[in-house]
């Protein structure tokens, strides 16, 4: 049971690192962007795939029941997404702010989760299910236990205080927020006019979906001129949670 325990943590850490290198690695590679942290945490660790993926395993584990190819893309998929709406609510609640919003994209809900999501997550879940923690769990078991012990607590402590780090960061940056909308209300021309410059260009390159994401780009780029007292871990968030910018609704 121990044995078990241990090898699930090491795979939780494994599951966030690996979820960190997608969003902040692979993700902006894709669109043509330099890689940058896209994580609410300081570390190369994005939790909710950690959370998400051990969750699916322990719930869907194939060892115990077999189950087919299609229950464990819809199961994995719905906890996934479960898991993402909860976190997404429970961070607005928290925080006051939206720090992720589907509404531009298809089949979405309340703007938290969408079916690309949901996709993608089914397809993590059968990969990670059949193939990948298998491999895991046998690559991990030939590994001492006192030293997998060590590493798993070790990186349990670091990951603890980074989220107590990074949850202070984010409240403090609220009223940095606030002032930063006030800014953008106040220059909305000048940004406006910078951005149809660039308009006929973006719609050929990236299409109207991606008009929202460079409007946003515009306007932290032009914070981060006029508010030159930005912590690093401030301007670091912003960018890897550009809906900060967006107005509250009302």
């Not at 961070?91 to 079916?115: A, T």
């Not at 993590?124 to 590994?143: G, N, R």
């Not at 460079?214 to 871990?233: E, H, M, P, T, V």
């Amino acid at each position: 049971m121990t044995d078990k325990l241990i090898i699930l943590v090491a795979s939780f850490f494994i599951y966030c690192f690996l979820g960190w290198v997608w969003e902040s690695i692979i993700l902006p590679l894709s669109r043509k962007q330099k890689p940058y942290n896209r994580g609410f945490l300081n570390g190369p660790w994005i939790p909710i795939y950690g959370f998400g993926a051990i969750l699916v395993i322990v719930l869907f584990d194939i060892h115990k029941t077999d189950y087919p190819v299609y229950a464990l893309f819809i199961n994995g998929a719905v906890v996934a997404c479960l898991l993402e709406y909860i976190t997404s609510y429970g961070m607005e609640k928290l925080f006051h702010q939206r720090w992720w919003d589907y509404s531009h994209k298809p089949f979405n809900l309340n703007g938290r989760v969408c079916l690309e999501g949901f996709v993608c997550f089914g397809v993590f879940s059968v990969v990670a299910i059949d193939y990948v923690q298998p491999f895991f769990t046998y690559e991990l078991s030939k590994v001492d236990e006192k030293l997998l012990f060590i590493i798993a607590s070790v990186l349990t402590i670091l990951f603890i205080f980074d989220t107590i780090v990074s949850t202070r960061i984010a409240l403090n940056i609220e009223k940095k927020v606030e002032q930063f909308k006030q800014t953008i209300e106040n220059n909305e021309m000048v940004l406006l006019k910078d951005l149809l410059e660039k308009q006929q260009e973006v719609n050929k390159r990236i299409g109207k979906n991606r008009l929202q994401w460079q409007r946003q780009q515009i306007i932290f780029k032009n914070l981060i001129k006029q508010k030159g007292n930005l912590k690093y871990s401030q301007r670091r968030l912003i960018r890897a949670f550009p809906d900060l910018l967006k107005h509250k609704k009302k």
